[in-house]
């Protein structure tokens, strides 16, 4: 028994410190700034390339049912989620110019480059990429978590037409449950990807991806357990409402915003220091 309650407490002495050490609280503050900053040009620039391959209704569907199923049930959640998101669509498809892209561009990938920076000090790497390249992994992880949006999209937005075309005999109820549960794991699929390619590809080293792939199920894992905690959280808040007004949803938002960057952090710690201890008692022995 003692062989296995040593690696686990040795783990978790690590896990605890490295979390103290690398103040992964205050690390999530700035990747919160930057997240709310780009994360309008970042939608933009989701709905621009979508809409090339997808038409605009399908598009705005799929994004506004992304977001419900990750932001948490706030106040006036549902409208703000369907007025902003038609608004981003009618502006993202249609008057978009070839500046304006460059200006999304830039404004998303600096978020990247953030991301990629304080990544780099949980990996604890001496020497990072060069400016250069930090901005050439940021248009890199942008391109992938476009395809991902496009590719999950796609999978969603399958037609009941398509569906009873397929599917002229047997059970057609059967399959449409099926294809409802399917498309209701695209969405924790896709988080857990953009988390997984995340932790690989923006530090300028890596670590095995069994690791990452821990770190990875952690973070969904986190992100989804803490959104029905931050539920009851805001449904327990009091005058909340009386106090900011209008403003309770983008309060809320903002701060739901920074739990997720710390649980991003953490999956990011969880991964890193798994590897670290792995290394310790490969070379013990």
Same mark, same amino acid.
């Given at each position: 028994?003692?062989?296995?309650?040593?690696? $686990?407490?040795?783990?978790?002495? /690590?896990?605890?410190?490295?979390?103290?050490?690398?103040?992964?609280? &205050?690390?999530? =503050?700035?990747?919160?700034?930057?997240?709310?900053?780009?994360?309008?040009?970042? &939608?933009?620039?989701?709905?621009?390339?979508?809409?090339?391959?997808?038409?605009? *209704?399908?598009?705005?569907? #799929?994004?506004?049912?992304?977001?419900?199923?990750?932001?948490? *049930?706030?106040?006036? =959640?549902?409208?703000?989620? &369907? %007025?902003? +998101?038609?608004?981003?669509? !009618?502006?993202?498809?249609?008057?978009?110019? $070839?500046?304006?892209?460059?200006?999304? @561009?830039?404004?998303?990938?600096?978020?990247?480059?953030?991301?990629?920076? +304080?990544?780099?000090?949980?990996?604890?790497?001496?020497?990072?990429?060069?400016?250069?390249?930090?901005?050439?992994?940021?248009?890199?992880?942008?391109? $992938?978590?476009?395809?991902?949006?496009?590719?999950?999209?796609? &999978?969603?937005?399958?037609? @009941? !037409?398509?569906?009873?075309? +397929?599917?002229?005999?047997?059970?057609?109820?059967?399959?449409?449950?099926?294809?409802?549960?399917?498309?209701?794991?695209?969405?924790?699929? @896709?988080? #857990?990807?953009?988390?997984? #390619? /995340?932790?690989?590809?923006?530090?300028?080293?890596?670590?095995?991806?069994?690791?990452?792939?821990?770190?990875?199920?952690?973070?969904?894992?986190?992100?989804?357990?803490?959104? %029905?905690?931050?539920?009851?959280?805001?449904?327990? @808040?009091?005058?909340?409402?009386?106090?900011?007004?209008?403003?309770?949803?983008?309060?809320?938002? *903002? #701060?739901?915003?920074?739990?997720?960057? $710390?649980?991003?952090?953490?999956? !990011? %710690?969880?991964?890193?220091?798994?590897? !670290?201890?792995?290394?310790?008692? *490969?070379?013990?022995?």
């Amino acid at each position: 028994m003692n062989l296995y309650i040593k690696p $686990i407490k040795q783990y978790f002495w /690590c896990l605890v410190s490295s979390i103290i050490k690398h103040n992964i609280v &205050a690390l999530a =503050a700035v990747i919160a700034f930057f997240g709310l900053s780009a994360m309008i040009p970042l &939608a933009l620039l989701l709905i621009y390339g979508a809409s090339i391959f997808i038409p605009d *209704t399908s598009v705005q569907n #799929f994004l506004s049912d992304i977001l419900q199923s990750y932001v948490p *049930t706030l106040p006036d =959640a549902k409208l703000y989620i &369907a %007025e902003n +998101i038609s608004r981003l669509v !009618a502006l993202g498809s249609k008057h978009v110019g $070839i500046v304006g892209v460059i200006g999304l @561009l830039w404004t998303t990938v600096g978020g990247f480059v953030s991301f990629q920076q +304080i990544l780099d000090m949980i990996w604890e790497i001496p020497h990072r990429r060069s400016f250069v390249k930090q901005y050439l992994v940021g248009f890199g992880m942008l391109g $992938i978590l476009m395809s991902l949006t496009v590719m999950t999209s796609l &999978a969603t937005t399958v037609s @009941l !037409a398509l569906v009873q075309r +397929i599917f002229t005999k047997g059970n057609l109820t059967f399959w449409l449950a099926l294809f409802h549960d399917i498309s209701l794991m695209s969405f924790p699929l @896709l988080l #857990f990807l953009t988390c997984y #390619f /995340c932790y690989h590809f923006l530090p300028s080293d890596t670590i095995r991806p069994s690791n990452l792939l821990v770190g990875a199920l952690v973070s969904t894992l986190g992100i989804y357990l803490s959104r %029905e905690v931050f539920v009851w959280y805001s449904l327990h @808040l009091g005058q909340y409402e009386m106090i900011y007004g209008s403003l309770t949803f983008i309060m809320l938002f *903002t #701060f739901w915003v920074y739990i997720v960057c $710390i649980i991003v952090l953490f999956g !990011a %710690e969880v991964a890193v220091t798994l590897s !670290a201890v792995r290394e310790q008692n *490969t070379n013990l022995h």
